[in-house]
């Protein structure tokens, strides 16, 4: 481990009024400067004032102890890195080896065509009968001897089947999955300056299943069990403004309005709530809206948030008509084709589609009609049979899902948009690091900035 070197040596150090004696002591004043601040025995015989005093080798054993803490926490930051680049390097070996492995079979594999080629000419030209080929000069002089017929026959099946081998190991080669990993390891090497953790320090004994942030990100609300906490967002510290009542059960999500201070929460209680700011610590409710029979488990809202979205254990989707000026909801109707939880909803960016998924293992495609209601348009074809946990448009033309089982494929699925319906690509299928200790849920929804997804809590992507 490096250790800091402290620049002055502790000798040289001479007190405020330059006894040249060792200093014992030291005066925390904020309007002292550098050297004023140090007492030797002489200076504190006749020193006197009731600012706060350290002795001095308390105070080297306290800057000492800070440059320790600066030292170990610059070599956790960089392990972190250097653990990383350990890993990519670890790929890249292994690339390297299966490499070296593929196209040692390919060589193999193109001598031994050549010697079976030459096979070929060894088994139809290395004997012959005198009698026979005598025959054949006596009765069909001019005849051509040589049938190229059968050879051409045999070339083309040993052609057909050593190209067939060698293609095989060629696209082995061209397989992106084998690179896969280090193009995710690239990722997270570049990803990690971007986020910083600024502060943990804030625990609840009760279960926290949604946090939303309004559109300035000065204010988010959380959920504590039953009741919903808002925060204040300040230069990266959160102060707890108030605690909302209303739901009588576990609340599972919140929803923040793009336009207001307002916002939806949803619950096992099977009700969903609005929320508006009346002032900074005054929310008033909205009714308790019970159209759905089991748990609320995922709400969102069209863009120009007159429209809001709920989906449910009940296996069905309702859409409402939202109005948060005068902090309530209309029900319209129910969307009901899942067979099973629903988990996830998503809209395009057209908003002229909507994806749902859950527990049925089904994605469920819906399209607006003439009226603007929504009606079933076809359920998506997928090879990965699990429960979706959540789903979302990257643009127009193309959909990730992910699932949430516990022993899963731990992949994100690409859906896009081809003759008119959503295909999945497996060519463009993200293996993410595999885990299968925890079950991945839908608390955490997908959120998609450019080039940057964060899409599960079993993995990083
Ligand atoms: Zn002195």
Same mark, same amino acid.
């Given at each position: 481990?490096?250790?800091? &070197?402290?620049?002055?040596?502790?000798?040289?150090?001479?007190?405020?009024?330059?006894?040249?004696?060792?200093?014992?002591?030291?005066?925390?004043?904020?309007?002292?400067?550098?050297?004023?601040?140090?007492?030797?025995?002489?200076?504190?015989?006749?020193?006197?004032?009731?600012?706060?005093?350290?002795?001095?080798?308390?105070?080297?054993?306290?800057?000492?102890?800070?440059?320790?803490?600066?030292?170990?926490?610059?070599?956790?930051?960089?392990?972190?890195?250097?653990?990383?680049?350990?890993?990519?390097?670890?790929?890249?070996?292994?690339?390297?080896?299966?490499?070296?492995?593929?196209?040692?079979?390919?060589?193999?594999?193109?001598?031994?065509?050549? &010697?079976?080629?030459?096979?070929?000419?060894?088994?139809?030209?290395?004997?012959?009968?005198?009698?026979?080929?005598?025959?054949?000069?006596?009765?069909?002089?001019?005849?051509?001897?040589?049938?190229?017929?059968?050879?051409?026959?045999?070339?083309?099946?040993?052609?057909?089947?050593?190209?067939?081998?060698?293609?095989?190991?060629?696209?082995?080669?061209?397989?992106?999955?084998?690179?896969?990993?280090?193009?995710?390891?690239?990722?997270?090497?570049?990803?990690?300056?971007?986020?910083?953790?600024?502060?943990?320090?804030?625990?609840?004994?009760?279960?926290?299943?949604?946090?939303?942030?309004?559109?300035?990100?000065?204010?988010?609300?959380?959920?504590?069990?039953?009741?919903?906490?808002?925060?204040?967002?300040?230069?990266?510290?959160? &102060?707890?403004?108030?605690?909302?009542?209303?739901?009588?059960?576990?609340?599972?999500?919140?929803?923040?309005?793009?336009?207001?201070?307002?916002?939806?929460?949803?619950?096992?209680?099977?009700?969903?709530?609005?929320?508006?700011?009346?002032?900074?610590?005054?929310?008033?409710?909205?009714?308790?809206?019970?159209?759905?029979?089991?748990?609320?488990?995922?709400?969102?809202?069209?863009?120009?948030?007159?429209?809001?979205?709920?989906?449910?254990?009940?296996?069905?989707?309702?859409?409402?008509?939202?109005?948060?000026?005068?902090?309530?909801?209309?029900?319209?109707?129910?969307?009901?084709?899942?067979?099973?939880?629903?988990?996830?909803?998503?809209?395009?960016?057209?908003?002229?589609?909507?994806?749902?998924?859950?527990?049925?293992?089904?994605?469920?495609?819906?399209?607006?009609?003439?009226?603007?209601?929504?009606?079933?348009?076809?359920?998506?074809?997928?090879?990965?049979?699990?429960?979706?946990?959540?789903?979302?448009?990257?643009?127009?033309?193309?959909?990730?899902?992910?699932?949430?089982?516990?022993?899963?494929?731990?992949?994100?699925?690409?859906?896009?948009?081809?003759?008119?319906?959503?295909?999945?690509?497996?060519?463009?299928?993200?293996?993410?690091?595999?885990?299968?200790?925890?079950?991945?849920?839908?608390?955490?929804?997908?959120?998609?900035?450019?080039?940057?997804?964060?899409?599960?809590?079993?993995?990083?992507?």
């Amino acid at each position: 481990m490096i250790q800091p &070197k402290m620049i002055e040596l502790e000798k040289q150090l001479n007190c405020s009024q330059n006894h040249n004696e060792p200093i014992h002591m030291v005066v925390f004043d904020k309007k002292l400067k550098r050297q004023e601040r140090l007492l030797c025995a002489i200076c504190m015989e006749t020193f006197e004032a009731d600012t706060k005093m350290i002795g001095f080798k308390k105070v080297i054993q306290m800057i000492e102890d800070k440059q320790k803490n600066k030292v170990e926490n610059i070599q956790r930051l960089i392990k972190v890195e250097v653990d990383q680049v350990e890993q990519l390097l670890n790929e890249l070996h292994k690339i390297k080896q299966k490499l070296i492995q593929e196209l040692d079979q390919l060589i193999y594999n193109s001598v031994e065509w050549i &010697k079976s080629l030459n096979d070929i000419f060894g088994i139809i030209n290395s004997q012959y009968s005198f009698f026979d080929e005598l025959e054949q000069l006596i009765n069909n002089p001019q005849q051509n001897i040589f049938n190229s017929q059968q050879l051409i026959e045999q070339i083309k099946i040993l052609n057909n089947s050593l190209c067939n081998k060698i293609n095989l190991k060629l696209s082995t080669l061209k397989n992106l999955q084998l690179y896969s990993q280090s193009d995710l390891i690239l990722y997270n090497l570049n990803l990690s300056h971007h986020i910083q953790l600024i502060d943990n320090s804030i625990k609840q004994s009760f279960s926290c299943y949604a946090i939303s942030f309004n559109l300035s990100g000065s204010l988010m609300v959380s959920a504590s069990n039953n009741d919903i906490k808002v925060w204040n967002f300040m230069q990266g510290n959160l &102060k707890e403004l108030t605690t909302l009542k209303g739901h009588i059960e576990t609340i599972q999500c919140l929803q923040f309005s793009r336009k207001s201070n307002s916002f939806v929460s949803g619950g096992h209680d099977k009700s969903i709530r609005c929320w508006k700011q009346i002032n900074e610590k005054e929310w008033k409710s909205s009714q308790s809206y019970q159209q759905h029979t089991n748990c609320i488990e995922c709400l969102i809202f069209n863009q120009s948030q007159n429209q809001l979205v709920s989906g449910a254990r009940d296996y069905s989707i309702k859409i409402w008509q939202i109005d948060f000026i005068n902090n309530q909801l209309t029900y319209l109707y129910s969307l009901d084709k899942h067979t099973n939880n629903i988990r996830s909803l998503c809209f395009n960016q057209l908003e002229n589609t909507l994806v749902s998924c859950g527990d049925d293992k089904q994605i469920i495609i819906w399209k607006q009609d003439n009226q603007l209601k929504w009606q079933f348009e076809y359920v998506v074809t997928q090879t990965v049979q699990e429960y979706g946990c959540r789903l979302q448009f990257i643009n127009d033309d193309q959909l990730i899902w992910v699932t949430g089982k516990k022993v899963s494929k731990d992949c994100i699925s690409i859906f896009e948009l081809r003759n008119g319906k959503y295909q999945e690509n497996l060519n463009k299928e993200v293996q993410l690091i595999q885990n299968d200790d925890v079950i991945d849920i839908s608390l955490f929804p997908i959120f998609y900035t450019f080039q940057y997804i964060s899409a599960s809590t079993k993995q990083k992507l």
